[in-house]
């Protein structure tokens, strides 16, 4: 028979971001469930909406699998007496088995022969393992934020106030701290029973339809988006789309209906951002755009709801948004009296962080930093000077009343009061692309002077955490800094930025000191933080597509120049499909193996006696300064090439020449030539951590 199994946990309103990480939970904890109890099953099903978690295992076994094993007693000395005959250990173990002595048969185990038994343990009812197990999937989710509720001891997201638990046309009953499992389910808040009896799973869908809830989150979904996008067309626009706002919006709504309500063309002449800000981060609306992305004097909601009374609700949102924006309004022409260089001074009443100091400090070590950055890489004149006014001005919209009252629009103010006090364009657009990228494939700055900006800011932050030992652990990472490592290894690609990323921590951690007296452990600090960054590289190159085995090749060259190591991927990634590659890896490690043992890499010619040493030593001092020129261009997989030209020389030493023979002189003088083809073969990469497939 195929089975259904349904569990429905009731819930007051689930904040929208929990719920993607919570039906992961309970799917993860199902599955592993089903197959450590031997159940078969088909499909696991989860749904939701922002008043119930909904959990579907579809094509269900009736039983467990019964257990097939063989369970080994005692020896067959300890078994049986000398006659043969059965001792009381022997049936004292077959009692315990449940079987007879019919059932016994011997088998040699670590050279003595011991009884054993076939044991059949019969499988259990599906449906008594659900109720013995499902209690526990429930206490067994975590949450960001949980709350206790009702003196209880359960912690869950949100109070739980029902739970159907149904396989088949069955209730599966269990009770979790009070909250007994039943049939019994609720509809919409307002328009549907607070009591809907369900008789079978196959009716549950249904029945809560009747009910005005869409329990399927695509169905919300498509509903959502095809509605919004008719009523935008009928006024000559499109939605400003957005993912993750409409994900959100199906996760607080169960029965959708998209209105559409109209903002005065006044509040169109603020800055674009100034408009669409509260309307998504504050209303969850979605602004209307015309072809050119430009602003139309719409919004679009969805009500959690029917078309009744539609006139009324579509006022009301527009009474909410209108006071919204009539704030916004006066808080921009407030700000605009005076220039953004005046807002400066204020950040020193705003502390950033208790150790690091406050938002002017800040600023100051963002500027010297950018400024330090920028001569590293050599700008030009006038991209020098808009680092170092950006970086003075970056923090200073900060103290604005329009950020202060929507803090989404840091940087975005600061560019437009930077325009309207007369700063030039790069200059303002630095200013705004300072937090860019804000997550994972979001824009990345489009000038150097934000693109350094944004390098330093994120340095600064991390520099500084690390130094007083605020380090990400486990999932904490208060400050970000996971995300802004990753950040600065984004634009660094993209920008093909050749930056140390060992000088860069320099400079970051030598104003600390200059500007705040920091005091720490200089090395270990640096040390640490690059060992994070390369943490972060990694995993980047990793999902980029590059093998482990290749990012470790290049991370152990001690190289911190991000974009060389993309490039030396790259080059090593298709360098790699050579078919004597085994045979050069072999020759690589030899050498690897043995430099490992010695300390310096000098070699003497006059102590090289054998024919192979001198032969090796003479071509590599000619292989060594083609690599080296071949590594001035970057032309790291010709590098490569001239290094595997040694192989056949270096194959001929190792067969023919004795490295640790008694002579410390020769042996030191061997091995140092071994060294110094190895450090060689370490400025492109090392090939020891390749892995041959």
């Given at each position: 028979?195929?089975?259904?199994?349904?569990?429905?946990?009731?819930?007051?309103?689930?904040?929208?971001?929990?719920?993607?990480?919570?039906?992961?939970?309970?799917?993860?904890?199902?599955?592993?469930?089903?197959?450590?109890?031997?159940?078969?099953?088909?499909?696991?099903?989860?749904?939701?909406?922002?008043?119930?978690?909904?959990?579907?295992?579809?094509?269900?076994?009736?039983?467990?699998?019964?257990?097939?094993?063989?369970v080994k007693g005692p020896s067959k000395k300890i078994a049986f007496d000398k006659d043969g005959n059965p001792t009381k250990a022997l049936e004292g173990f077959v009692r315990g088995q449940g079987a007879s002595l019919d059932d016994v048969f011997l088998q040699e185990h670590n050279g003595e022969e011991y009884v054993y038994v076939n044991?059949?343990?019969?499988?259990?009812?599906?449906?008594?393992?659900?109720?013995?197990?499902?209690?526990?999937?429930?206490?067994?989710?975590?949450?960001?934020?949980?709350?206790?509720?009702?003196?209880?001891?359960?912690?869950?997201?949100?109070?739980?106030?029902?739970?159907?638990?149904?396989?088949?046309?069955?209730?599966?009953?269990?009770?979790?701290?009070?909250?007994?499992?039943?049939?019994?389910?609720?509809?919409?808040?307002?328009?549907?029973?607070?009591?809907?009896?369900?008789?079978?799973?196959?009716?549950?869908?249904?029945?809560?339809?009747?009910?005005?809830?869409?329990?399927?989150?695509?169905?919300?979904?498509?509903?959502?988006?095809?509605?919004?996008?008719?009523?935008?067309?009928?006024?000559?626009?499109?939605?400003?789309?957005?993912?993750?706002?409409?994900?959100?919006?199906?996760?607080?709504?169960?029965?959708?209906?998209?209105?559409?309500?109209?903002?005065?063309?006044?509040?169109?002449?603020?800055?674009?951002?100034?408009?669409?800000?509260?309307?998504?981060?504050?209303?969850?609306?979605?602004?209307?755009?015309?072809?050119?992305?430009?602003?139309?004097?719409?919004?679009?909601?969805?009500?959690?709801?029917?078309?009744?009374?539609?006139?009324?609700?579509?006022?009301?949102?527009?009474?909410?948004?209108?006071?919204?924006?009539?704030?916004?309004?006066?808080?921009?022409?407030?700000?605009?009296?005076?220039?953004?260089?005046?807002?400066?001074?204020?950040?020193?009443?705003?502390?950033?962080?208790?150790?690091?100091?406050?938002?002017?400090?800040?600023?100051?070590?963002?500027?010297?930093?950018?400024?330090?950055?920028?001569?590293?890489?050599?700008?030009?004149?006038?991209?020098?000077?808009?680092?170092?006014?950006?970086?003075?001005?970056?923090?200073?919209?900060?103290?604005?009343?329009?950020?202060?009252?929507?803090?989404?629009?840091?940087?975005?103010?600061?560019?437009?009061?930077?325009?309207?006090?007369?700063?030039?364009?790069?200059?303002?657009?630095?200013?705004?692309?300072?937090?860019?990228?804000?997550?994972?494939?979001?824009?990345?700055?489009?000038?150097?002077?934000?693109?350094?900006?944004?390098?330093?800011?994120?340095?600064?932050?991390?520099?500084?955490?690390?130094?007083?030992?605020?380090?990400?652990?486990?999932?904490?990472?208060?400050?970000?800094?996971?995300?802004?490592?990753?950040?600065?290894?984004?634009?660094?690609?993209?920008?093909?930025?050749?930056?140390?990323?060992?000088?860069?921590?320099?400079?970051?951690?030598?104003?600390?000191?200059?500007?705040?007296?920091?005091?720490?452990?200089?090395?270990?600090?640096?040390?640490?933080?690059?060992?994070?960054?390369?943490?972060?590289?990694?995993?980047?190159?990793?999902?980029?597509?590059?093998?482990?085995?290749?990012?470790?090749?290049?991370?152990?060259?001690?190289?911190?120049?991000?974009?060389?190591?993309?490039?030396?991927?790259?080059?090593?990634?298709?360098?790699?499909?050579?078919?004597?590659?085994?045979?050069?890896?072999?020759?690589?490690?030899?050498?690897?193996?043995?430099?490992?043992?010695?300390?310096?890499?000098?070699?003497?010619?006059?102590?090289?006696?054998?024919?192979?040493?001198?032969?090796?030593?003479?071509?590599?001092?000619?292989?060594?300064?083609?690599?080296?020129?071949?590594?001035?261009?970057?032309?790291?997989?010709?590098?490569?090439?001239?290094?595997?030209?040694?192989?056949?020389?270096?194959?001929?030493?190792?067969?023919?020449?004795?490295?640790?023979?008694?002579?410390?002189?020769?042996?030191?003088?061997?091995?140092?030539?071994?060294?110094?083809?190895?450090?060689?073969?370490?400025?492109?990469?090392?090939?020891?951590?390749?892995?041959?497939?």
């Amino acid at each position: 028979m195929s089975n259904k199994y349904l569990l429905e946990i009731g819930v007051e309103e689930m904040p929208a971001r929990f719920v993607k990480n919570t039906l992961e939970q309970m799917k993860n904890y199902t599955t592993k469930l089903l197959k450590n109890e031997r159940i078969e099953f088909q499909e696991i099903k989860l749904n939701s909406t922002p008043r119930r978690l909904v959990l579907l295992i579809d094509g269900l076994a009736e039983n467990q699998e019964d257990l097939k094993e063989v369970v080994k007693g005692p020896s067959k000395k300890i078994a049986f007496d000398k006659d043969g005959n059965p001792t009381k250990a022997l049936e004292g173990f077959v009692r315990g088995q449940g079987a007879s002595l019919d059932d016994v048969f011997l088998q040699e185990h670590n050279g003595e022969e011991y009884v054993y038994v076939n044991k059949v343990k019969e499988g259990k009812l599906v449906e008594d393992i659900l109720k013995e197990n499902m209690a526990n999937m429930i206490k067994s989710i975590s949450f960001p934020k949980s709350m206790k509720w009702g003196g209880k001891n359960l912690r869950f997201a949100r109070p739980i106030r029902w739970i159907l638990s149904m396989l088949n046309d069955k209730v599966v009953e269990f009770d979790l701290e009070g909250i007994v499992a039943s049939n019994i389910t609720r509809g919409h808040r307002f328009l549907g029973s607070s009591h809907i009896e369900i008789g079978n799973v196959d009716e549950y869908i249904s029945k809560l339809k009747e009910n005005y809830v869409i329990v399927d989150a695509n169905t919300r979904k498509e509903k959502i988006k095809y509605g919004c996008e008719k009523l935008a067309r009928e006024k000559g626009g499109n939605i400003l789309q957005d993912e993750g706002l409409l994900d959100e919006i199906t996760n607080i709504v169960e029965y959708p209906t998209p209105i559409i309500g109209r903002i005065k063309e006044e509040y169109l002449e603020l800055p674009k951002e100034v408009v669409i800000t509260p309307m998504k981060e504050h209303q969850r609306y979605f602004p209307v755009i015309d072809d050119k992305k430009r602003l139309l004097p719409y919004f679009i909601t969805v009500r959690n709801g029917n078309e009744d009374h539609i006139d009324m609700v579509i006022k009301g949102n527009e009474k909410v948004i209108g006071a919204r924006l009539e704030d916004a309004k006066f808080f921009f022409n407030e700000d605009k009296k005076e220039p953004l260089e005046n807002c400066v001074e204020s950040l020193k009443d705003i502390v950033f962080q208790e150790k690091l100091g406050t938002l002017y400090d800040k600023t100051i070590r963002i500027q010297k930093l950018a400024v330090k950055i920028g001569n590293y890489l050599e700008v030009g004149e006038e991209t020098a000077k808009n680092i170092e006014r950006a970086g003075y001005l970056s923090k200073a919209d900060l103290v604005t009343k329009m950020v202060d009252e929507f803090t989404e629009l840091q940087g975005v103010m600061g560019r437009e009061y930077a325009k309207i006090s007369g700063e030039n364009e790069i200059t303002s657009l630095a200013i705004y692309e300072q937090y860019l990228p804000r997550y994972a494939g979001d824009e990345l700055p489009t000038t150097t002077a934000g693109a350094v900006l944004s390098i330093a800011d994120k340095l600064d932050t991390i520099a500084g955490c690390f130094a007083i030992g605020i380090q990400p652990t486990g999932s904490q990472d208060p400050y970000g800094l996971r995300r802004q490592a990753l950040g600065i290894i984004n634009i660094i690609l993209d920008k093909k930025l050749n930056l140390s990323l060992g000088e860069l921590i320099d400079f970051a951690l030598y104003i600390y000191v200059e500007e705040n007296g920091l005091a720490f452990d200089y090395n270990q600090v640096k040390g640490d933080i690059l060992e994070f960054f390369n943490g972060r590289i990694k995993n980047m190159f990793i999902d980029m597509g590059f093998r482990y085995d290749i990012v470790d090749a290049i991370l152990a060259t001690g190289i911190d120049d991000v974009f060389d190591m993309k490039l030396r991927a790259d080059k090593l990634n298709t360098w790699l499909n050579k078919e004597e590659l085994n045979d050069i890896l072999q020759a690589f490690n030899r050498v690897k193996t043995l430099a490992d043992k010695s300390e310096t890499n000098e070699v003497k010619r006059d102590l090289l006696v054998e024919k192979e040493e001198i032969r090796l030593y003479e071509t590599f001092n000619i292989v060594e300064e083609k690599v080296i020129a071949s590594l001035n261009k970057k032309e790291y997989d010709r590098a490569l090439d001239y290094m595997i030209s040694l192989k056949e020389p270096i194959d001929s030493f190792f067969d023919n020449v004795m490295v640790m023979v008694e002579d410390e002189k020769i042996k030191h003088n061997r091995l140092g030539l071994v060294r110094k083809i190895s450090d060689t073969m370490l400025m492109i990469c090392d090939l020891s951590k390749i892995v041959n497939k």
